[in-house]
């Protein structure tokens, strides 16, 4: 049986793992290399690497860094941010990453998940999508939270998984930051929805979040960065919970 | 010498990393001749079927591979283009193994089927040494090969189908050995000292 997932996630910002609260206050938390040796380590299923840099020679060192990741570890990795075109990602998986994870851009030119999809496989393609709850609805935000999309949540997802993407990353920004739980009654209607996996992100605090997520929302896999990056939830104590509760993990 | 084929429609980086990892000798090469003089070929791939399959005739590589008759270890897509058909593309493969390349169905589960499965060996194979049933590794597929003849290993996704299969020196794993942590390397190891 197909095992549920454990996904660290690394922003990365200039080289560095870094770490804020609701897109914002970046504290360093160390070594993309390092810390991803310490998760395959620590049996993390797969990592994704988020860059938030934002300078000209961004694609230099992402790629360089892609590439010591992929020598250092043997489990599956994502890389997203500021991804645009066929050529970059292309440049990503030939260094070594395995999907790469796409979010402004494909809201710009939703095209770009069929092409990418047809090109590479949907395996390789992930929706990255930030949801901000208005008080009426979830609406698509764009650009690390800055701008907002006039598209609705639930509906960006069906759109990008029937365009072919193999995943989707769904990141609350109410959530992220707050260790207040996964958006459990909005992940459960996307996974009612549409029939790829879904990835929860943003909210984790306890392992019960984790059990949570999986259990009543039916996501394939939970991602968190902080409570793994400064220790609080060890990887192996939340897997042997899960897995002492029910939840097929791997260990 | 291990041929590590690169015909366009494979994640070559990881398999290469993983056996500099195993410090073995290798070349990422696309040429046949080069293909014929190594000892072993490791036959990776992602992506789609047609592509690839286009790939393999554009490079003059379709021919040699079907009637290679050293070890040859087809990973994931690799895999698939070992069969007779695949319907991702409605292509013909190498019809190394008799079998038809289908599509999970999204009506009873998720698509792509991705993740860390357990596997279950039905046949023995030197691929297998040192591995047991229900050890795990990493899947990334939305098609698979039906359980058949050759079926050496096999995980369910809500039916059962071939998580690895082997007919004569052809090998075929679903799974990312590259990508599957310790095991994974194992089960490289384990074809390198076929």
Redesign the interface.
């Known amino acids: 049986?197909?095992?549920?997932?454990i996904i660290p996630c690394l922003d990365i910002k200039d080289g560095r793992v870094v770490k804020g609260t609701n897109f914002v206050n970046l504290v360093d938390a160390g070594s993309p290399v390092e810390l991803a040796a310490r998760y395959?380590k620590e049996m993390a299923?797969?990592l994704v690497f988020l860059d938030i840099t934002a300078s000209n020679e961004k694609r230099k060192t992402l790629l360089s860094l892609v590439?010591e990741v992929?020598?250092a570890i043997?489990?599956?990795f994502t890389v997203g941010g500021g991804i645009s075109e066929i050529k970059d990602i292309e440049a990503l998986?030939?260094?070594?990453a395995?999907k790469v994870s796409l979010n402004s851009s494909i809201v710009k030119n939703p095209k770009l998940i069929s092409e990418a999809a047809?090109?590479?496989?949907?395996?390789?393609i992930v929706a990255a999508i930030d949801i901000k709850n208005n008080g009426k609805e979830n609406k698509v935000y764009i650009n690390g939270g800055r701008e907002e999309t006039n598209l609705t949540g639930l509906d960006w997802c069906k759109q990008a998984a029937e365009l072919g993407a193999?995943?989707i990353l769904l990141t609350s920004m109410d959530k992220d930051g707050t260790k207040d739980g996964y958006d459990i009654e909005f992940l459960k209607l996307v996974t009612l929805s549409i029939?790829?996996?879904v990835i929860a992100s943003g909210g984790a605090g306890k392992k019960e979040d984790f059990f949570d997520a999986f259990q009543l929302a039916n996501v394939?896999?939970c991602l968190a960065a902080s409570l793994f990056h400064f220790n609080i939830l060890p990887i192996a104590e939340l897997k042997n919970y899960l897995r002492n509760n029910g939840i097929t993990i791997?260990i | 010498m291990i041929a590590l084929i690169d015909y366009g429609a494979g994640n070559v980086a990881s398999v290469a990393n993983a056996l500099t990892e195993l410090k073995q000798e290798f070349i990422i090469t696309s040429n046949e001749a080069e293909i014929c003089r190594a000892q072993k070929i490791i036959f990776p791939g992602v992506g789609e079927a047609s592509y690839a399959i286009r790939q393999l005739h554009l490079l003059n590589l379709f021919t040699v591979l079907r009637i290679v008759k050293k070890p040859m270890l087809g990973i994931c897509l690799g895999m698939q283009l070992m069969a007779d058909f695949s319907k991702e593309g409605n292509v013909t493969c190498l019809g190394i193994f008799s079998v038809t390349a289908e599509k999970f169905d999204e009506s009873k589960t998720k698509v792509p089927h991705m993740g860390w499965n357990d596997i279950e060996i039905v046949k023995e194979s030197k691929l297998f040494k040192g591995i047991k049933s229900g050890e795990r590794f990493y899947f990334a597929n939305s098609y698979y090969l039906p359980v058949c003849p050759y079926t050496t290993s096999i995980s369910n996704n809500e039916i059962n189908f071939s998580s690895s299969l082997e007919k004569d020196n052809f090998y075929g794993v679903q799974f990312h050995p590259e990508k599957s942590g310790s095991a994974g390397l194992r089960i490289l190891k384990n074809f390198i000292d076929i």
């Open positions: 049986m197909l095992c549920k997932r395959s299923d797969e590439r992929a020598k043997r489990i599956p998986l030939k260094a070594g395995d047809k090109q590479f496989g949907s395996q390789a193999g995943e029939s790829i996996p394939d896999a791997r």
